[in-house]
């Protein structure tokens, strides 16, 4: 198993931003796509958003409009952009590469 990273979470106060990243060292990064979910607390995981590896995006209805998901496959990265953040999307965010997942990064919209 090859576990993606991610990083870039933290604190941030609502109508803000955040870029959060997923580094994944498997050989076929450019082959697959890139997922993102998150889990609040005592809430289920959900699907937030994916590319394909051919570039093609879709969005849960929650965030689409608000955030965007990336790739550059030449840093074996995937990206997340968040902006109009709110405290619903205060959650731990994780991406999953090649059926792998990472140990997720900490989001919290608070003032």
């Known amino acids: 198993q090859v576990q993606p990273v991610e990083s870039g979470g933290g604190l941030v106060q609502p109508g803000g931003s955040l870029r959060l990243s997923c580094v994944s060292s498997?050989?076929?990064?450019?082959?697959?796509?890139i997922l993102w979910y998150r889990q609040a607390p005592g809430k289920q995981r959900e699907f937030v958003a994916r590319?394909?590896?051919?570039?093609?995006?879709n969005y849960a209805d929650s965030v689409e409009g608000r955030f965007t998901i990336s790739r550059d496959n030449a840093k074996n990265s995937g990206y997340l952009n968040m902006s109009a953040l709110t405290p619903d999307d205060t959650a731990v965010y994780l991406c999953?590469?090649?059926?792998?997942w990472g140990q997720g990064t900490q989001v919290t919209v608070s003032s």
């Open positions: 498997t050989s076929i990064f450019s082959r697959v796509p």
């Open positions: 590319i394909s590896s051919g570039g093609a995006t």
């Open positions: 999953n590469v090649n059926a792998n």
